[in-house]
């Protein structure tokens, strides 16, 4: 019954500094694994999962083959894909504060692993009534690298975030 009261709802602040960065470094983290993954574990094109992002933005035309290098493409990837890593680090910070989520590393993990998976079927089941092609990158890889990026999101936030101290 300890566990329960001492991850009860509480009125901590969201460190927003840690929690812009959490959402970078994860951000970083994702993207650079999913470019190198995809080629070698799925067989795709390195900037496919860039031109996905994109077409959040630049419309459906972007994602017509061959999915080569395009500059343009590639920094409206990037500003959506880092926008929202960083709303979802905020999100994720929010959390964390709000239900004291940060007793230990190893809760850590577990909130960052079922953020993650949350985020995954949120973008690949719910928003593809609005973005149709994601539904086209439901897969293990996908999945486990939503499950790093909340890892690596609530690791990063729980290292950064500056904590109360108790006297």
């Known amino acids: 019954m300890d ?3 001492t991850h009860r709802l509480t009125h901590r ?3 927003v500094r840690a929690g812009v960065w959490a959402g970078v470094i994860a951000g970083v983290v994702f993207l ?3 470019m190198l993954l995809v080629p070698l574990l799925m067989g795709g ?3 496919g999962p860039p031109r996905m992002i994109a077409a959040i933005v630049m419309g459906q035309d972007v994602l017509l083959p061959p999915a080569t290098f395009d500059g343009g493409v590639l920094i409206a990837a990037m500003l959506v894909h880092f926008a929202l890593s960083i709303v979802l ?4 910070g929010k959390l964390i504060a709000l239900f004291n989520l940060d007793s230990s590393w190893g809760l850590i993990f577990i909130v960052g692993v079922v953020f993650g998976l949350v985020v995954y079927v949120v973008n690949f089941y ?4 609005f973005f149709p092609w994601f539904a086209e990158a439901r897969n293990w890889l996908s ?4 499950a790093v990026f909340g890892v690596i999101a609530a690791e990063s936030y ?3 975030e500056k904590r109360p101290v108790v006297t």
Not at 89 to 92: D, P, S, T
Not at 126 to 129: D, Y
Not at 143 to 146: E, F, I
């Open 3 to 5: 566990i329960l009261k």
């Open 13 to 15: 602040k969201l460190d």
């Open 32 to 34: 650079a694994l999913e």
């Open 45 to 47: 094109s390195p900037w």
């Open 89 to 92: 680090g905020l999100i994720l």
């Open 126 to 129: 719910g928003m593809t009534v």
């Open 143 to 146: 999945m486990t690298l939503h």
């Open 158 to 160: 729980f290292g950064l």
